[in-house]
């Protein structure tokens, strides 16, 4: 599966819209890219997955850019909950493709 | 209510005894998967089970073991073989149709002194 980066850290304010970055420029053409996000000392939540189209949930919308090499998790009303390490996880949907966890990206809500 | 339960939240074991984490699902996912989490650091796949009675080694199966006797049950043991047992560990279960997303315990951190 491909690899991803993303910046150590990033914070917003409390009621603003947050931008998390990832870049996957490795990746192929049957690889989603998924998100994931996990508050202190609790289990990973999954939050959205997408191919190539955007994709909008009740949690958060993901753009993934034309080439598909980047894309931008957005919690567009930030609050103080949404603060949490947020991961980009690139990986097909076989059955025997894994979930690899880089170090993700720390989100500071700030009141 | 649907979800992944794991038990103990903490464990406090002394070095040389082996020691068994539990993990339960009631979300008839067939997939279960067994992360281990260090400070500061993402998580990593241990152990995986596809189907009952079978499963397969992750990236960091040395000194752990699992079983699968049931759908809803994975539990995992920490060896005496395992050099540097204390950490986070954490139980995962997804469908193996659709999209594949995992669904995640609340953990259970484990001290070895």
């Known amino acids: 599966d491909a690899k991803t980066t993303q910046p150590p850290s990033m914070d917003c304010a409390e009621g603003r819209a947050a931008n998390l970055p990832c870049n996957h420029s490795?990746?192929?053409?049957?690889?989603?890219v998924y998100w994931y996000r996990q508050i202190h000392s609790q289990g990973p939540q999954y939050i959205i997955h997408?191919?190539?189209n955007n994709e909008t949930n009740e949690m958060a919308s993901l753009i993934i850019t034309e080439d598909r090499k980047s894309s931008t998790l957005i919690l567009p009303h930030a609050t103080l909950r949404d603060t949490a390490v947020y991961y980009c996880i690139v990986r097909s949907t076989g059955a025997n493709s894994k979930l690899t966890f880089g170090k993700g990206i720390t989100l500071s809500v700030r009141p | 209510d649907g979800g992944i339960t794991q038990s103990p939240k903490y464990l406090f074991r002394k070095e040389g005894q082996n020691v068994t984490l539990s993990c339960e699902q009631n979300?008839?996912?067939?997939?279960m998967y067994w992360y281990r989490q260090d400070p500061g650091q993402g998580l990593r796949l241990i152990y995986y089970?596809?189907?009952?009675?079978?499963?397969q080694k992750g990236d960091i199966a040395e000194g752990y073991s699992v079983s699968r006797e049931k759908k809803e049950s994975f539990p995992l043991t920490v060896t005496s073989a395992q050099k540097n047992p204390t950490a986070f560990y954490l139980c995962a279960s997804s469908s193996l149709q659709g999209t594949y997303e995992q669904y995640f315990g609340p953990g259970t951190r484990l001290t070895v002194t």
């Open positions: 979300l008839n996912h067939d997939a």
């Open positions: 089970s596809q189907i009952v009675n079978d499963f």
């Open positions: 490795t990746i192929s053409g049957n690889e989603y």
């Open positions: 997408g191919l190539k």
